[in-house]
């Protein structure tokens, strides 16, 4: 399976509609060159600038829905298109939205662990409350957001669902790089798992982004890294490698708790 990280800048001299049909275009170009396409979280606001949430929300099947199931579409590959601020029934949610080749939305996920401590998103953004997987060509994907990184349940709950590969965008600050690839590397060894991490690039309400996105193998080896500006990432993952692993060293069987 060839995917393809698209590392956005998010800056404020942009608009959102420019921002969207730029990101639409960058999809359709990876035609033929991948199967799989995978965008930061919140690249249409930015992940800390809060005090566009509420006018930058949008319904599940809104404006970013529209376009990304048209570029999948277009481009013929499975899109996990990032996340957007969704509006539904008087909350907002951090919601990724992953569309098939045919342009159909394939599986919705809500962000359970909100980033905050009691502010921005932790306050304004309800939490999702259910696990998702989407079955991909030659292997099962668990999607996951940014801030859950760094919660390892969430992930070894994603393996007894089925998951060989986690995909999680993200808005991950430059000042715990160090972190961000730290923790990627630790959920793919762990859980013996691919880790496709994708952040963004620019800077979000004088925020510095990481960028740095990244592809682990299930072995923590760093197949591919961007580095902090805007850039497209792409690398080949071989599915059988997730069985080679969990069956040459057996770590996962021997689980107690």
Not at 21 to 36: H, I, K, P, Q, Y
Not at 93 to 107: C, I, K, Q
Request: aromatic letters at 8%; one cysteine or more.
């Amino acid at each position: 399976m060839r995917a393809s990280l698209i590392q956005i800048a998010v800056n404020s001299d942009e608009t959102v509609e420019k921002r969207r049909a730029r990101v639409a275009r960058l999809v359709r170009e990876e035609r033929g060159a991948a199967d799989l396409v995978v965008l930061p979280e919140l690249w249409t606001t930015g992940a800390f600038a809060y005090e566009d949430f509420v006018a930058e929300a949008e319904p599940l099947k809104g404006p970013t829905h529209e376009a990304m199931a048209a570029a999948a579409r277009d481009a013929g590959v499975w899109l996990h298109a990032g996340s957007i601020v969704e509006a539904a029934a008087g909350a907002l949610y951090n919601t990724s939205l992953v569309f098939s080749p045919d342009g159909e939305l394939a599986a919705r996920y809500r962000k359970i662990h909100r980033f905050g401590f009691d502010k921005g998103e932790a306050v304004m953004m309800a939490a999702g409350d259910a696990l998702v997987t989407v079955d991909l060509p030659d292997l099962t994907a668990g999607v996951a957001t940014c801030y859950d990184l760094r919660f390892p349940e969430l992930f070894r709950g994603l393996v007894d669902a089925g998951a060989h590969a986690f995909v999680i965008p993200a808005g991950w600050p430059a000042r715990r790089l160090g972190h961000w690839t730290l923790l990627a590397r630790a959920r793919a060894v762990e859980n013996q798992a691919y880790v496709l991490a994708c952040g963004t690039a620019g800077t979000h309400a004088g925020v510095e982004q990481a960028g740095h996105s990244l592809v682990v193998d299930p072995w923590g080896e760093v197949l591919a890294e961007a580095g902090p500006d805007e850039e497209i990432r792409r690398v080949t993952l071989d599915p059988a490698k997730v069985t080679a692993t969990r069956e040459q060293f057996p770590a996962l069987k021997d689980r107690v708790l």
